[in-house]
């Protein structure tokens, strides 16, 4: 039998599973994971992959026995513990099938834990795909070595998503018209969040350790429209940021802002 670890053109193999993982598990891989490695990978008996669930670390398998349409895998040994990301979610206003692959692929490399997709008013797209959309997760998840898949939330309405918003994590609305604090300096040294005189969250340092709890909300292509930008200028956890003299299309607003708080506040550094 072979002793080969599986590579693809990107690295290793690595897939994301449903099972328990620990020394000794068998894993049975989904229909596809199993086509993928019969047929494309050439998998035989011998073969190692890593796996992850998001919950047991990463572990090396080995693949234990095949046939024309099935595979088992059994875990052998933990390369690394289970760790999460920092606690960053992105709100964003769905876009365009291609743009929207590209924003949650690249938003799950760049670390964000939750991706809420939000219908605004100028929002063209009127339906989302969760399946293809945590499918893009999943995959750019194994790819990227992350051990967690982002939570891929079903969308919300503007009006929704704020009625039920959590007091206590902060909103950064990238608005790009009006007077806002430039996003670095917003998560260098955010302002205290107040509702009725009574501090919510204190202002805390980027060196922190554990930064608080924190959202990024972008728009769609033709932005927020007056009455969006009112009413999340007039709550207590909102804070307007601008990322930069220029405007962004929406894909690469999401993507900027995510790069800029990871590397101030995030596992970046």
């Known amino acids: 039998m072979s002793d080969n670890e599986l590579t693809h053109p990107g690295g290793k193999l690595r897939l994301f599973v ?18 993928y490695l019969l047929h494309v990978m050439r998998a035989k008996p011998g073969d190692r992959v890593n796996l992850f669930n998001g919950a047991d670390g990463e572990w090396v398998a080995r693949v234990t026995g095949t046939s024309k349409r099935s595979c088992s895998l059994e875990c052998e040994r933990q390369l690394r513990q289970q760790s999460g990301e920092p606690d ?21 490399e760049l670390g964000a834990a939750v991706l809420q997709p939000v219908f605004t008013r100028r929002t063209i797209v009127t339906r989302v795909n ?22 891929c939330r079903e969308p919300l309405s503007f009006d929704k998503l704020l009625v039920g ?28 969040l107040v509702e009725g005189g009574e501090v919510i969250v204190s202002a805390s340092p980027a060196r922190e350790v554990s930064p608080e709890p924190a959202a990024i909300f972008t728009g769609p292509e033709g932005g927020f429209d007056e009455h969006e930008r009112e009413a999340l200028r007039a709550l207590p956890f909102v804070t307007p940021v601008t990322l930069g003299p220029r405007i962004l299309r929406a894909d690469t607003a999401a993507l900027a802002a995510l790069t800029i708080w990871q590397s101030i506040k995030g596992d970046w550094r």
């Open 18 to 35: 449903g099972d328990p993982l620990r020394a000794g598990a068998c894993v049975v891989p989904d229909e596809q994971q199993t086509h």
């Open 88 to 108: 960053l979610w992105l709100c964003f206003a769905p876009i365009k099938k291609t743009p929207a692959d590209y924003v949650v692929q690249k938003a799950t």
């Open 130 to 151: 969760l399946d293809r959309m945590r499918a893009n997760a999943i995959e750019a998840a194994e790819q990227s070595e992350r051990l967690t898949v982002p939570d």
């Open 165 to 192: 918003w959590p007091r206590d994590r902060r909103l950064f609305f990238c608005d790009e018209g009006g007077e806002a604090l430039p996003f670095p300096d917003a998560v260098r040294n955010p302002p205290p």
